[in-house]
């Protein structure tokens, strides 16, 4: 064995020792900051993710998260994938085709937009010709009871099953009565109309077998789902996937109903709903499941409630800074008639007054989180093809 005098001995003991600390020093100070990231900001590391593919499901608070797209869009100056003319979605109830997006039209020379977040009915290799490859998709899904009863008031009168029932109690007690195949597509709302979003056949037998592959194509493909019922931890996630500042994801509830043309179901009526819309139904147990198990492995809980805590103080503030009383308008008090957001069926779909009292910018920022979806639709084709007829929107002719 090699015997080192006893200077250089205790020279090496000490380097190796040295060795040892520098060692577990950086061990701990590595944990140390990861400790230490949500007080720091949270974020994960690198620049924010701009290419983003959103599946906008129907009835599902998927209007509020549209106006966060496309806000983001425009104060990000980055592209969007709209419905091309006159249209104002993406070929829905048919399944989506890249020429449905103005300015793909062939042969043009096909190109890439950062943001897709119309209706439209998921097609992968159709929506691959838009999107970069790098793309994050998305989706949202809501209790098929809630998002069924919602769809029921808004298509009452387009929807074939919908308009012979009259009422839901009617439809949800016999709807084989009402629903045909024969009236193809338009009867799509009726019946697991978010498994039919997801390009899937809305009127398959749920067989384990076919379920099971159907979700785990959609866990391939979405690197999220949010869940409607839980949108405040859904925003908070999405916001740490995607890198996004706090105010990105702050939004006011679009689209919803006024309290008193919600329809209360009865416990029968809910357990018809679920059996009726049972794809749906499997679809929202899995993701509701999976969202929360996603969470728990991305922030934690402490993280996550104080996540939620900041994102819903901000919502209250900017409600006080933006909006007149600070809460959503009925139709008819809604001053501003392009503020006034797309009215259907016999729903009463609420919107906002902003206060009068605001400066230039403050008034912009506010005006774009109160904008519906068409008239945003319409303001962001304008600016994206100003050499092309704007859109029109009849129902503000009126
Ligand atoms: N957290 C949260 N925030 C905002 N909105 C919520 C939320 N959860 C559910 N909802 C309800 O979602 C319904 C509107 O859905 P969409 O915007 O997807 O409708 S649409 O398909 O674009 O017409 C509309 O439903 P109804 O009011 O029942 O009709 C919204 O109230």
């Not at 379920?211 to 785990?216: T, Y």
């Amino acid at each position: 064995m090699l015997s080192l005098p006893g200077g250089t001995q205790r020279c090496f003991q000490a380097i190796l020792l040295l060795a040892l600390i520098v060692f577990l020093l950086a061990g701990f100070l590595h944990r140390d900051i990861r400790l230490f990231a949500p007080l720091l900001g949270g974020q994960a590391e690198g620049p924010p993710i701009i290419n983003v593919m959103f599946l906008k499901t129907h009835k599902t608070a998927s209007s509020t998260v549209l106006n966060i797209l496309f806000r983001f869009a425009e104060t990000h100056n980055l592209s969007v994938a709209l419905p091309a003319g006159s249209r104002f979605h993406l070929g829905y109830p048919w399944l989506f085709l890249a020429r449905y997006v103005e300015g793909l039209e062939p042969p043009g020379p096909q190109r890439h937009f950062n943001i897709m977040c119309n209706h439209l009915r998921f097609n992968l290799p159709e929506v691959q010709k838009v999107m970069p490859n790098d793309t994050f998709y998305f989706s949202i899904l809501r209790n098929p009871v809630f998002q069924l009863e919602s769809a029921f008031a808004y298509y009452r009168k387009d929807v074939p099953a919908f308009r012979a029932a009259g009422s839901l109690d009617a439809f949800l007690a016999a709807p084989r009565t009402y629903y045909h195949r024969g009236a193809g597509l338009r009867n799509a709302p009726a019946r697991n109309g978010m498994w039919f979003d997801l390009g899937f056949d809305n009127d398959a037998p749920a067989d384990e077998a076919y379920v099971r592959a159907r979700l785990a194509d959609v866990e391939r493909r979405f690197q999220l789902v949010l869940i409607a019922e839980h949108l405040d931890e859904s925003l908070v996630l999405l916001r740490h996937l995607l890198r996004w500042r706090l105010d990105d994801v702050v939004a006011f509830p679009l689209n919803s109903r006024s309290p008193r043309s919600v329809a209360g179901l009865s416990p029968e009526a809910r357990a018809r709903a679920r059996r009726w819309c049972a794809l749906d139904w499997r679809l929202y147990e899995h993701f509701n499941r999976t969202l929360w198990a996603r969470v728990r492995a991305e922030l934690g809980p402490r993280r996550l409630r104080s996540e939620v805590a900041r994102l819903r103080a901000r919502r209250r503030e900017l409600a006080a800074r933006c909006l007149q009383d600070g809460e959503a308008k009925s139709r008819s008090q809604i001053t501003d008639r392009r503020l006034r957001p797309y009215q259907s069926g016999v729903a009463d779909i609420m919107g906002y007054n902003l206060r009068r009292d605001l400066d230039n910018q403050t008034r912009q920022m506010c005006r774009r989180m109160v904008t519906p979806e068409l008239q945003y639709m319409a303001h962001l084709y304008a600016r994206q093809f100003p050499g092309k007829p704007p859109k029109n929107i009849p129902f503000l002719e009126d």
